[in-house]
């Protein structure tokens, strides 16, 4: 994904920065797909019910299961997750899998290997970066449609900046109630 940001910032100060955005939202879609193919193979895999054992609850708390489930699957189904897996439970596994999701923790630290921790990582790192890059299409898409260049939008907060006599310069959308705040047009 940095050479699609480095293409779409090239493309952008080409003075194209329409396309910029949509060049760098192409080549989100591709690292999206990519991202949650890896999820789904490396820490899913066909048992996804076993994220539910007490062991992989102390190397990925519920709140970041259900974050990486909504990613890789692309959806905003939060808390309803814990009642699909349990449901999958209920449907794919064999009785020796029951007896063993009922055994206390420690034995089951005993009769099976932890979650791969490095795919836990992954996962984990995969929903952060997807966060991030989120906010870089919104961005590219800002620029687009006030049809500024990525050096151009640089050029005006720096200049808003010596403006306000300021070391940093906060961003924000014009709502109509930001009255009293300094608002250099951009």
């Not at 006030?146 to 014009?174: H, M, N, P, R, W």
Request: aromatic share 6%.
């Amino acid at each position: 994904m940095v050479a699609g940001t480095g293409a779409a910032l090239a493309t952008s100060d080409l003075g194209m920065p329409e396309v910029a955005a949509v060049e760098f939202k192409n080549h989100y879609e591709v690292w999206k797909t990519t991202a949650q193919k890896q999820i789904k193979q490396r820490l899913f895999g066909d048992d996804s019910y076993r994220l539910l054992l007490t062991a992989t609850a102390d190397v990925m708390p519920t709140r970041e299961l259900i974050k990486v489930l909504d990613f890789a699957n692309g959806t905003q189904k939060g808390l309803d997750w814990i009642d699909d897996l349990r449901r999958d439970q209920l449907t794919k596994s064999s009785m020796v899998n029951r007896f063993f999701s009922a055994t206390p923790q420690g034995v089951q630290r005993l009769l099976k290997d932890e979650e791969n921790p490095s795919a836990i990582k992954m996962a984990t790192e995969l929903c952060a970066k997807d966060e991030i890059l989120k906010v870089n299409m919104a961005h590219l898409s800002f620029l687009g449609e006030k049809k500024l260049t990525a050096s151009q939008f640089a050029k005006s907060i720096e200049a808003a900046g010596k403006e306000l006599g300021a070391s940093a310069v906060c961003v924000y959308a014009d709502t109509g109630h930001n009255e009293g705040v300094p608002n250099p047009q951009l």
